[in-house]
């Protein structure tokens, strides 16, 4: 058999490093880029290197934005007696849409002893810290109603405890094992309206 190209080699394995790349589908991905117009190609690695120069992580809540502070912390017309925590920026997008108006805190993903992701790994320090300092009223546990979700909640759930700020989850009316990503606007909306205190 004659060698692949390093080139190809590399892109094949740059594609298999992404979330739910395996192999097989890495390299089928790297001959459909050698295979379509080569503009088209190149397209793809331009708006990979435009939003990575043009989005950024907020210093203060995790949040992926183009300014630092993000614009949720920066707008002073929120609410900012209550932090909802998120696993990531993609949900903190579905809170927005149905109309969520305190601030938030983004964990950049959750607890998991399979992938051995411990608090360090995410956010955390950074949250009580921030906890500590600006005093919120309400801590909201939003992470999804699956196993991880519900082990990282009782986690930070009893890291915050200490502080005396009110602790809830979202309501129960999430189905168990759905994510956040998936249920509808108004499953969510009742969701936020309907939390239930875990302090
Ligand atoms: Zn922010």
Request: charged share 30%.
């Amino acid at each position: 058999m004659v060698a692949r190209d390093r080139s190809i080699e590399n892109l094949i394995e740059r594609l298999n490093r992404l979330p739910g790349i395996g192999p097989k589908s890495a390299e089928r991905l790297a001959f459909h880029l050698l295979k379509i117009d080569r503009d088209e190609a190149l397209q793809l690695a331009r708006a990979i290197e435009n939003v990575r120069a043009a989005v950024r992580t907020c210093s203060v809540c995790f949040n992926l934005d183009a300014s630092d502070p993000c614009g949720v912390c920066s707008d002073e017309t929120r609410d900012r007696s209550i932090f909802l925590v998120v696993e990531d920026p993609r949900e903190l997008t579905r809170f927005e849409d149905v109309g969520f108006r305190g601030l938030y805190h983004v964990l950049q993903g959750r607890m998991s002893q399979l992938e051995n992701i411990g608090p360090d790994d995410l956010t955390v320090g950074a949250l009580i810290k921030r906890v500590e300092r600006d005093r919120p009223a309400e801590v909201c546990l939003a992470t999804n109603p699956d196993l991880e979700g519900e082990g990282t909640a009782r986690v930070l759930a009893e890291r915050l405890q200490p502080l005396g700020v009110k602790i809830t989850r979202l309501a129960r009316g999430l189905p168990a094992g759905s994510s956040i990503a998936q249920v509808s606007s108004s499953i969510l909306a009742d969701a936020i309206e309907g939390r239930r205190s875990l302090s």
